[in-house]
């Protein structure tokens, strides 16, 4: 009977660890994901959030809404790259 017990709770804690261990897969686009973080997310987020810093004051007063969300939605790229970047998403 302890021994029938003892597997079950083997049985369990193993699937506890499969569901909890990232896959090879999502490792690998783990890495390519920092990698594109590393060097287009945070430099263009950077450099569009500045922008849109600039921009943002003028959109009520010059019509430039379609470009202040445009630069808005480039200065979350390094949101999305650490989002996609955790959840081991493909590139494509």
Not at 17 to 26: E, F, N, P
Not at 27 to 46: E, K, Y
Not at 57 to 77: K, W, Y
Not at 81 to 92: D, E, S
Request: aromatic letters at 8%; glycine letters at 14%.
């Amino acid at each position: 009977m302890l021994h029938h017990t003892s597997g079950r709770l083997r049985e369990q804690n193993f699937s506890l660890l499969k569901t909890r261990m990232a896959g090879c897969g999502s490792c690998f686009w783990g890495i390519i994901w920092l990698l594109v973080l590393l060097f287009i997310g945070w430099p263009l987020s950077i450099t569009l959030g500045g922008l849109y810093g600039l921009v943002t004051p003028l959109t009520t007063c010059l019509g430039l809404d379609r470009l202040s969300d445009l630069l808005l939605e480039g200065a979350n790229l390094g949101r999305t790259c650490a989002n996609n970047m955790r959840h081991g998403k493909p590139l494509c």
